[in-house]
């Protein structure tokens, strides 16, 4: 009876927050700050276009829906991943886990952006000074997942948000909560799930770097320093509705098709495909499709994905190693690498 009153407040606190995002709905495209959040992590979701809110399970799930984390097979896994992004970006993100009985799973998960060193301009010297900086992006998060039900599984993830540049500097947290369903409505292979990704406090640049040297036109006065107040902005929040169905053809061969209804603060309504084939549990392919039908083509970059996946046992070491492509327009197609080890 607890665990059926805990999962009644799960839902009415998700269709509250829920509200917040919808009244936003796309007014404010562009606007969001943090966007090193919705950078996606992990090759299998990358390669089903983001489809992965029920089908992901363990620490591959940690970013597409923390309520699948204690779904994992091992007791205790290990995961890294490196990701090609757009305009010579790279992604690197890291993650252990330990799913302890009777309490629920814990991971701990890093993510950085390697943006290289920009040379730093000024209106004295708009080719440079000689000097560069490096930006840095970090975001670290803390996972809890547990199974509610022998159905339900619920998880959330508080991540802690660092951004610099140069001398100017931000920081934040943002959590995601999910809730997932298997076999809904007694169909077995039949998956529900909801996240509410990126919800958090208002971030504000600050820094040396917003200083300026004003001087007085008449010369009154000397030159002395004043401080530009930078103005806040809101994360990128996302509310995800996902359904799965995943089809046994037979002993060794099934197929697992999901679906994705994606709303966001900043953003038209996405809506993503994926689909993956399995053999024997040893090999897979996979591809997805994302549309905007929202905002003019143009305005989403990304087309077709596509990835395998292959799953090995080490002696008593679980081993996966995947393998994702994006298709990208204007840059480079993103190439997504992951390594996974359990124990």
Avoid: C
């Avoid at 562009?30 to 090193?36: D, K, L, N, R, S």
């Avoid at 943002?174 to 529900?192: D, E, K, R, T, W």
């Avoid at 077709?304 to 994006?326: E, P, Q, S």
């Amino acid at each position: 009876m607890k665990k059926i009153k805990l999962i009644n407040y799960l839902l009415i606190l998700t269709v509250f927050a829920s509200s917040s995002i919808f009244a936003g709905g796309g007014n404010r495209n562009g606007t969001a700050g943090a966007t090193q959040l919705l950078i996606p992590v992990g090759a299998r979701g990358v390669a089903m276009s983001g489809a992965s809110l029920v089908g992901a399970k363990g620490l591959e799930a940690l970013y597409w829906n923390p309520a699948n984390l204690v779904r994992g097979d091992n007791s205790t896994s290990v995961l890294f991943s490196q990701m090609n992004y757009i305009a010579d970006i790279g992604v690197t993100y890291g993650a252990v886990s330990a799913n302890i009985e009777g309490f629920g799973a814990l991971a701990f998960s890093i993510k950085s952006l390697d943006i290289g060193e920009i040379p730093i301009t000024t209106n004295t010297n708009p080719d440079g000074t000689g000097q560069n900086f490096t930006p840095s992006f970090v975001t670290v998060g803390v996972t809890y997942s547990r199974m509610l039900s022998d159905r339900i599984s619920f998880g959330v993830t508080g991540n802690f948000i660092s951004e610099r540049l140069d001398l100017v500097s931000t920081s934040g947290i943002a959590f995601n909560v999910g809730i997932a369903y298997q076999n809904l409505a007694n169909v077995n292979g039949l998956s529900f799930a909801v996240v509410i990704k990126n919800l958090g406090p208002q971030m504000k640049y600050d820094g040396s770097g917003l200083n300026i040297n004003a001087t007085a036109p008449d010369l009154t006065r000397p030159s002395q320093l004043y401080k530009i107040d930078a103005a806040p902005f809101e994360l990128p929040s996302t509310l995800e509705l996902g359904f799965g169905y995943e089809l046994a053809l037979n002993e060794v061969n099934s197929v697992q098709l999901n679906g994705v209804f994606q709303n966001s603060n900043f953003y038209g309504d996405e809506y993503k495909l994926g689909a993956e084939y399995s053999y024997d549990n040893l090999f897979f392919v996979r591809g997805g499709y994302m549309l905007v039908p929202e905002l003019d083509k143009s305005a989403n970059i990304y087309g077709l994905t596509a990835g395998v996946g292959l799953n090995y046992d080490l002696g008593g070491v679980g081993f996966k190693f995947d393998y994702a492509f994006r298709q990208t327009d204007i840059f480079d197609d993103n190439h997504v690498f992951t390594v996974q080890l359990g124990f």
